[in-house]
C-alpha cells in the first residue's frame, strides 16, 4: 500500500512502514514530544530519558499482521501513524516532524489510516490524547472524532490527564480535509 500526494508543492509518499524504519520513527516521535509536550513532563525527563524510553519502545514493539503502521515520506521520513487493531483500532501515535507541521501531512496520514481500517472492515477507531494538546484536539475534532471520556494516564510513570477521541465512522476522516 502505498500513496502519493501533492502537499504545498512537495510529492509525498504514504507508505507502509519497514522494520528499517523504526529508528526513523522513534527519532521523529521524539522530537515531536520534545516540541508539544515539553510544558506536560518533568524537564529532567524531556532532556534525558525521553530518548532512550522512546527509542526502547520503537525497538521492543512487535508490530502485528493486523496492525497499521504507516510513514509520511519526502526525501526522508517527516511523520508516522501507528494503529493497534487488538481487536478494536488504536491509534496510538500520530507524529510529524516539527518542521513539516501545517502542511496536511497529519491529515493524509490519518486519511490512509482510515482507508486501510475501512477496507480491513472496521468502522471505529479511538485515540487519547493529552488535554493540554487544544491544537490536537482540535484538529481530530475537524477529522469528525467527538471527545469522550477524560482520565489520567500514565506516561512513562507520570499521570497525565487525557481525553478520549472517538470515531464512530471513519469514513469522516476520509470527508473532511
Known amino acids: ?3 502519493v500526494t ?15 524504519d523504526l529508528q526513523d520513527i522513534a527519532a521523529i516521535n521524539v522530537e515531536s514530544w520534545k516540541d508539544v509536550y515539553s510544558d506536560v513532563l518533568p524537564a529532567e525527563f524531556m532532556t534525558g530519558q525521553i530518548d532512550q524510553e522512546i527509542s526502547r519502545h520503537w525497538s521492543d514493539i512487535e508490530i502485528q499482521e493486523q496492525d497499521i503502521v504507516l510513514v509520511a515520506e519526502e526525501d526522508l521520513l517527516v511523520g508516522f501513524a501507528a494503529v493497534w487493531c487488538r481487536p478494536i483500532p488504536f491509534i496510538d501515535n500520530l507524529h510529524v516532524k516539527p518542521s513539516h507541521r501545517s502542511k496536511k501531512i497529519g491529515s493524509a496520514l490519518m486519511k490512509a489510516v482510515a ?37 489520567m494516564k500514565d506516561i512513562f510513570g507520570y499521570e497525565v490527564p487525557s481525553r478520549k477521541i472517538e470515531w464512530n465512522d471513519l469514513a469522516r476522516i476520509c470527508e473532511n480535509q
Open 1 to 3: 500500500m502505498t500513496h
Open 6 to 20: 501533492r502537499l504545498k508543492s512537495n510529492m509525498m509518499k504514504i507508505r507502509r512502514a519497514t522494520q528499517s
Open 115 to 151: 482507508k486501510e481500517l475501512i477496507k480491513r472492515e472496521h468502522k471505529t477507531a479511538y485515540l487519547w490524547v493529552f488535554e493540554s494538546n487544544e491544537k490536537a484536539i482540535r484538529f481530530y475534532e475537524k477529522l469528525g472524532g467527538t471527545q469522550k471520556e477524560q482520565a
